[in-house]
């Protein structure tokens, strides 16, 4: 999705975050991926400031305030309306409708 939404000239940048305390997957979770893979500390725990549930997808706006949450458990993307979804979700985002 990240390849088709920069092909669309939208200034989306997609990237996980994983919870503080689970550093011990993120090898496994990065293998073979180029997803950009973030790790929440203690510190920050923006995990908790966003209210993040397992799988969350938060979407935030130019100025990083949430827009929107899309669970991808609820929405698995392989179903094709789940994964359109998603996309017209940062569409929005990225485009302030």
Do not use: K
Not at 2 to 14: N, R, T
Not at 27 to 34: D, H, K, L, Q, Y
Not at 60 to 89: F, I, K, M, W
């Amino acid at each position: 999705m990240q390849q088709e939404l920069a092909a669309a000239g939208l200034p989306v940048d997609i990237l996980g975050v994983n919870a503080a305390g689970l550093e011990a997957g993120n090898a496994g979770v990065t293998a073979g991926r180029t997803l950009p893979w973030l790790q929440d500390t203690v510190a920050v725990d923006a995990w908790h400031d966003w209210n993040v549930t397992w799988r969350d997808c938060v979407i935030l706006d130019g100025n990083n305030q949430v827009v929107t949450v899309y669970n991808l458990t609820v929405h698995n993307l392989a179903d094709p309306a789940s994964y359109a979804e998603l996309r017209t979700l940062f569409e929005a985002a990225a485009t302030g409708l």
